[in-house]
């Protein structure tokens, strides 16, 4: 059974560029949540998705940030004219149920460098 | 808001020490408490999860406790080895999403 995938694994782009990062949950997994990682900081809570919906995405950032978990295919975070505080790790994570009481399954994260 | 704490930052022993890594939140009112490793460049590796209404879990060499009124969890290495060596995460569980703490890194010197 796969883990988590996350592509691409590391990704540069120039200040003003678009990032699109990519999760595809663990099978049998229909929750999917976003962390981000900025040096020297812990993880923060993003986004949680499930399949065509959005239900909490009180840590994104208002502007330039946006994720989507659709029907079918992987789970997209796609950030908008990239600056270089968006430089980070970005981990995706998955569980079969709500994280009330389930190990959430976390990917092995993207890097992304703005230049 | 919750806010998770891990002190020190960074620890670093001699091979064979017991360890005792400590996390304190400040709400009490979670569903659970999970500690992850997370090696340089790597995703993160659940060690114990621990429901709310439990006390303590263990695998292996690792123990962990959770105290829910106090707002603190401790994991217990025993015998540590250089494989050890990592950032220790601890996060605390809400109805949907992970507070975490910044993390302790700990060197384990052979």
């Known amino acids: 059974n796969a883990g988590v995938m996350q592509n691409p694994r590391h990704l540069v782009r120039r200040r003003g560029q678009e990032a699109r990062l990519r999760c595809s949950p663990m099978?049998?997994?229909?929750?999917v949540y976003w962390y981000r990682q900025l040096p020297e900081e812990g993880l923060k809570f993003m986004v949680y998705?499930?399949?065509?919906?959005?239900?909490?995405e009180s840590g994104m950032p208002k502007e330039r940030f946006s994720a989507e978990f659709p029907k079918e295919g992987p789970s997209i975070l796609r950030i908008q004219q990239v600056v270089r505080g968006d430089s980070a790790a970005y981990f995706c994570?998955?569980?079969?149920?709500?994280?009330?009481?389930?190990?959430?399954?976390f990917g092995e994260g993207s890097w992304l460098t703005v230049v | 808001k919750q806010e998770v704490t891990q002190i020190p930052a960074a620890l670093s022993v001699p091979e064979g020490e017991n360890l005792v890594l400590n996390c304190s939140f400040t709400?009490?009112?979670?569903?659970?408490l999970q500690w992850f490793r997370q090696d340089p460049g790597k995703g993160l590796t659940s060690l114990l999860l621990?429901?709310?209404?439990?006390r303590e879990q263990t695998s292996g060499r690792l123990n962990a406790s959770l105290d829910k009124s106090s707002g603190r969890s401790t994991l217990y290495i025993a015998a540590s080895q250089p494989g050890d060596s990592a950032t220790y995460l601890c996060?605390?569980?809400?109805?949907?999403?992970?507070?975490f703490g910044k993390g302790m890194k700990l060197t384990v010197n052979p």
């Open positions: 994570a998955s569980s079969p149920l709500e994280n009330s009481g389930n190990t959430i399954y």
């Open positions: 099978k049998g997994h229909s929750h």
């Open positions: 998705l499930q399949k065509e919906n959005i239900i909490d």
């Open positions: 709400d009490s009112a979670i569903y659970n």
């Open positions: 621990i429901q709310s209404s439990q």
């Open positions: 996060a605390v569980g809400g109805s949907e999403k992970l507070v």
